[in-house]
């Protein structure tokens, strides 16, 4: 049976809202690295447990985004959406009056709990609530923009905060940003009647996949500080591996999985995931690097730092809302992702010829606008995509498998491009004689190596989305969810039109 369902009459205001918990969540992701130098002198943070500040939340968060898509569904976006927002809002105020470093964790920790129920109801909910073909696109166009320049965003508010405030507001910060949309949640955003999965919460799932994501991301993370053939690193890539195959396996047995394969198994939806994780890889690491660049080889204040990622950031605005939104509805996705992804890994090209008294106009800005337009570009169809066809009641845990592709990205690309560019940077001295004088020399180089990865990196994606997404243009008129699954398992759901093929 197939029901069309009105649309709701504030779904523009609600768009506000969502967008605002998503510019949260990305900021976050950011922000709080630039504040991390301070927040380690005032608190007194060890060498040794700086790292935990920034892999507490990715570790919480990358883990339990599965288990977060799959409660929104079973219990409704809109209230996980507003719990999310709300334990967000409480763990940024603990975090911020923290007195010492336990208290700190903790909170980035819880931080990244709520942040994993916040995500994928916000991307799910953007899916179910706006279906008409040409609202999807603009209402995409604004969420692919925030999704890829929050994090260089990040980088310029934590900037401001750390040198004009203190690195306790890189945390307050979410507050009033939290509190405001859920305020308006609560007051204009609607569940799509009937779309809400009836089933049981798969909990060998929950485990198995949390268990291994965490385990996946925290290998990254001693990769980047013990080297990549250290006991707990390769514990941790051997343990991964091994939950998250228990993890498939588990879900191709169980009646009611927390991931269907028929999520992963639809070859657009995996194209997207896999293009999207690959791309982030090249880009989390160029924002590290160049980063590392501008304030410890230029000697650029934090802000100003922060300020030079802008032109990226219009650049991606542009790319999402001017060129991927007014043409998703006029050409096949592939031609958007694919020529993006091209277009992005030409600005990165033009990046690795960074030398040390390289001009920010000549050389980092025309890279960073094409990166920013490129990606831009590319983000769009894939947010939309990342609920292609699927059925409502699987739309939050198909909204968490596009975010986890990027958390997983992130860290693995922060981890990976670090090791690269130590690798080059120590090999360049070596080969010079390990002249203290050339630090900065090599540390370019390092990063220019680094880069050249990125390059690739975002060429392989470009080639996936070619080769996998093959959905037609999306010109209007939803179709309603396909009807795979027995009857048991569609017990109490309504198909909602969800994107046309």
Not at 149 to 174: H, K, P, Q, S
């Amino acid at each position: 049976m197939s029901t069309e369902v009105e649309a709701n009459p504030r779904r523009w205001t609600a768009l506000i809202f969502i967008s605002l918990a998503q510019l949260m969540v990305v900021l976050d992701a950011t922000v709080v690295n630039i504040a991390l130098p301070a927040a380690q002198h005032d608190l007194g943070i060890s060498d040794g447990n700086r790292q935990w500040v920034i892999t507490a939340y990715t570790l919480a968060f990358g883990g339990l985004l599965l288990f977060g898509g799959r409660l929104a569904d079973i219990a409704g976006r809109k209230r996980i959406f507003t719990i999310g927002l709300i334990g967000f809002a409480a763990a940024s105020a603990i975090g911020g009056i923290a007195a010492n470093t336990g208290m700190l964790l903790g909170a980035r920790a819880l931080q990244g709990v709520f942040g994993a129920m916040l995500a994928p109801a916000a991307l799910s909910l953007l899916a179910v609530t706006f279906t008409e073909a040409k609202e999807r696109a603009k209402a995409f166009g604004v969420f692919g923009a925030i999704a890829g320049g929050g994090g260089a965003l990040g980088l310029i508010l934590g900037g401001v905060l750390t040198e004009y405030l203190n690195w306790r507001w890189a945390l307050f910060v979410n507050i009033p940003i939290a509190l405001i949309a859920a305020a308006g949640a609560y007051l204009v955003i609607r569940d799509v009647p009937g779309a809400r999965n009836r089933n049981r919460l798969d909990i060998p799932g929950v485990v198995l996949s949390t268990a291994g994501l965490v385990s996946l991301v925290y290998g990254f993370t001693r990769a980047e500080s013990d080297g990549w053939t250290a006991a707990w690193t390769l514990g941790s890539f051997v343990a991964a591996a091994v939950l998250l195959a228990a993890f498939v396996l588990v879900e191709s047995k169980v009646a009611h999985p927390l991931l269907p394969l028929r999520v992963l198994t639809e070859r657009n939806r995996a194209g997207v995931y896999s293009a999207l994780g690959i791309a982030v890889i090249g880009m989390f690491g160029l924002f590290l690097f160049l980063t590392y660049y501008l304030q410890v080889v230029k000697g650029w204040s934090p802000v100003v730092t922060g300020v030079a990622f802008l032109p990226m950031i219009v650049g991606m605005i542009t790319g999402s809302t001017q060129i991927g939104a007014r043409l998703m509805n006029r050409v096949a996705p592939r031609l958007l992702m694919g020529p993006g992804f091209l277009v992005a890994a030409i600005g990165l090209l033009i990046l690795t010829q960074m030398k040390v008294d390289s001009s920010y106009g000549g050389l980092i800005l025309p890279g960073l606008v094409l990166l920013g337009l490129g990606m831009g570009t590319a983000f769009m169809p894939a947010m939309s995509l990342a609920t292609y066809g699927v059925e409502p009641r699987d739309a939050g845990v198909a909204s968490a498998m596009i975010n986890t592709s990027q958390q997983v990205g992130g860290s693995i690309g922060t981890a990976l491009l670090n090791t690269v560019a130590a690798s080059a940077t120590a090999a360049w001295l070596l080969d010079r004689g390990g002249n203290p004088a050339l630090i900065n020399e090599a540390a370019v180089h390092g990063y220019a190596t680094a880069i050249w990865w990125a390059v690739g990196l975002m060429v392989l994606a470009a080639a996936i989305v070619l080769t996998f997404v093959n959905t037609g243009r999306q010109d209007g008129g939803a179709v309603t969810s396909g009807s795979g699954a027995s009857d048991d398992e569609n017990a109490g759901d309504v198909p909602v039109p969800v994107m046309m093929h």
